[in-house]
């Protein structure tokens, strides 16, 4: 073979090997964003039931503080809402905190992963992608941190007003609690706002990742799941 020839052919090969090694780590990325996903999902259902749905827990609070209601009926309401706080939004607060966990490994396994693509385009995008992704559990551990403290004070009122047995003078000692309640809401509110943003923008960069170098997209459990349910 000749020389010339031969040097074209190890090009076309060096060339091809290349973007074999970038197929495998776009597919490895892919897969990585799935496992990310699936972290998402299992923050934001429990958040979701913990801190925004109308359960027993928040209509036992409104009626514990109500303050046209009678004393008897305060205290009652005071004692479920620490009950549903202990069986209900604790345990969905810790299901939200150990899939924060999982989010923090599946992050690391997404930048790790974004980092062995070689095309420098596709690589910029994927690195987009994980900084939306790391921007989102920044929001998701500082709304957690928020919840906690704001349902810390909650309970807390609640306590008062069992110990007191439902006495309007419990309400003497929430005057800080009225304050602080509503300013931790926003926040949680202004986080969770935040995640749902940064979600939004990972998506669109993986989306355009995706279109741009044909990534296959992987189900995540979540989709898997949802997909199963609804064919029964």
Same mark, same amino acid.
């Given at each position: 073979?000749?020389?010339?020839?031969?040097?074209?052919?190890?090009?076309?090969?060096?060339?091809?090997?290349?973007?074999?090694?970038?197929?495998?780590?776009?597919?490895?990325?892919?897969?990585?964003?799935?496992?990310?996903?699936?972290?998402?999902?299992?923050?934001?259902?429990?958040?979701?039931?913990?801190?925004?749905?109308?359960?027993?827990?928040?209509?036992?609070?409104?009626?514990?503080?109500?303050?046209?209601?009678?004393?008897?009926?305060? +205290?009652? !309401?005071?004692? %479920?809402?620490?009950?549903?706080?202990?069986?209900?939004?604790?345990?969905? @607060? =810790?299901? #939200? /905190? *150990?899939?924060?966990?999982?989010?923090?490994?599946?992050?690391?396994?997404?930048?790790?992963?974004?980092?062995?693509?070689?095309? +420098?385009? !596709?690589?910029? %995008?994927?690195?987009?992608?994980?900084?939306?992704?790391?921007?989102?559990? @920044? =929001?998701? #551990? /500082? *709304?957690?941190?928020?919840?906690?403290?704001?349902?810390?004070?909650?309970?807390?009122?609640?306590?008062?007003?069992?110990?007191?047995?439902?006495?309007?003078?419990?309400?003497?000692?929430?005057?800080?609690?009225?304050?602080?309640?509503?300013?931790?809401?926003?926040?949680?509110?202004?986080?969770?706002?935040?995640?749902?943003?940064?979600?939004?923008?990972?998506?669109?960069?993986?989306?355009?990742?995706?279109?741009?170098?044909?990534?296959?997209?992987?189900?995540?459990?979540?989709?898997?799941?949802?997909?199963?349910?609804?064919?029964?």
């Amino acid at each position: 073979m000749k020389p010339l020839l031969r040097g074209g052919l190890c090009l076309v090969l060096f060339l091809l090997a290349g973007c074999s090694t970038d197929r495998t780590a776009l597919r490895e990325f892919s897969r990585a964003y799935a496992r990310f996903y699936d972290t998402v999902v299992g923050i934001e259902v429990p958040a979701r039931i913990a801190l925004y749905l109308r359960n027993v827990y928040g209509l036992a609070l409104h009626d514990a503080l109500d303050a046209d209601a009678t004393n008897h009926s305060r +205290a009652q !309401a005071a004692a %479920l809402t620490i009950s549903m706080y202990n069986t209900q939004v604790e345990p969905a @607060l =810790a299901e #939200a /905190a *150990l899939n924060l966990s999982h989010m923090n490994g599946a992050l690391d396994t997404l930048v790790v992963t974004a980092h062995a693509i070689r095309d +420098a385009e !596709a690589r910029q %995008l994927a690195v987009e992608v994980t900084q939306h992704a790391r921007d989102m559990e @920044l =929001a998701y #551990a /500082a *709304l957690l941190d928020r919840s906690r403290q704001k349902l810390r004070l909650q309970v807390g009122a609640a306590q008062k007003m069992v110990v007191m047995s439902g006495s309007m003078q419990a309400f003497s000692y929430m005057v800080h609690d009225a304050d602080e309640i509503p300013r931790l809401a926003e926040e949680c509110d202004r986080q969770w706002r935040a995640a749902m943003t940064s979600g939004n923008r990972a998506s669109d960069a993986f989306a355009a990742l995706r279109g741009r170098f044909r990534v296959p997209e992987y189900p995540s459990a979540w989709d898997t799941t949802e997909t199963s349910r609804r064919s029964r």
